[in-house]
């Protein structure tokens, strides 16, 4: 069984762009929560969906946003990008949504320069 | 508030010796817990979880001790290798549907 496929590995945007990251969750998982991962704060979480419906938020701002397909699949896109984005960005995939194991993808180290 | 967090920043143990990882919370309302291992370059990697209605449970060479009364949750490994060297998170799932996550423990192992 695949685990959690997080592509790309690596990102190098300016800032002001756009980027569009993405998650492919173990199969027959259908929660799929992004995480941010920085050195000064640790891991946050950013948003959680399930069943292609945001189901929890975190307290980032608008510029960051997501989505899920009927497929499980998920993205997350940051938008007009700043230095403080680079961080590297975790998804987890669950089988259901609230209290259940959550396995992590190797992440996406975005670097905004 | 919500937070979690680990009284070490870093923990060195000599191999074949016992490791002691120690995470304190706040919430009450919490749970479910979980302890992940971090390599580097790597995403977090599962390792253990117990529910709030328990107060122990193992698994190969690792013991999750959760104590409600302190908000106090440890992870302990047995005969610590190398490999086992990797920066260690507790997380804790309560009624919000998220994990908050613990700033991480170094365990460095030493031969």
């Known amino acids: 069984k695949a685990g959690v496929t997080q592509t790309p590995r690596y990102l190098i945007k300016t800032r002001g762009q756009q980027v569009t990251l993405s998650c492919s969750p173990i199969?027959?998982?259908?929660?799929v929560s992004w995480y941010q991962q920085t050195p000064g704060q640790g891991l946050q979480f950013l948003f959680e969906?399930?069943?292609?419906?945001?189901?929890n938020k975190g307290n980032f701002p608008g510029r960051f946003s997501g989505r899920q397909f009927s497929n499980s699949r998920s993205e997350m896109n940051v938008s007009t990008l700043e230095l403080g984005d680079s961080a590297l960005y975790l998804c987890?995939?669950?089988?259901?949504?609230?209290?259940?194991?959550?396995?992590f993808g190797q992440g996406t180290r975005l670097t905004v320069v | 508030g919500e937070s979690v967090g680990l009284h070490l920043p870093t923990l060195s143990v000599q191999e074949g010796d016992n490791s002691i990882i120690n995470c304190a919370y706040s919430?009450?309302?919490?749970?479910?817990f979980i302890w992940y291992k971090q390599e580097s370059g790597k995403g977090p990697q599962f390792i253990i979880d117990?529910?709030?209605?328990?107060d122990k449970r193992q698994g190969q060479r690792v013991t999750v001790l959760l104590n409600k009364t302190v908000k106090h949750l440890s992870l302990q490994i047995a005969a610590t290798q190398p490999g086992d060297s990797a920066v260690y998170f507790c997380?804790?799932?309560?009624?919000?549907?998220?994990?908050?996550f613990g700033q991480g423990t170094t365990l460095q192992v030493k031969p």
């Open positions: 969906y399930f069943s292609e419906t945001q189901r």
């Open positions: 919430n009450s309302a919490s749970d479910y």
């Open positions: 987890a995939s669950s089988i259901a949504q609230g209290t259940t194991e959550a396995f």
């Open positions: 997380a804790e799932n309560g009624n919000t549907g998220k994990l908050i």
């Open positions: 117990i529910r709030s209605n328990m």
């Open positions: 199969s027959g998982h259908r929660s």
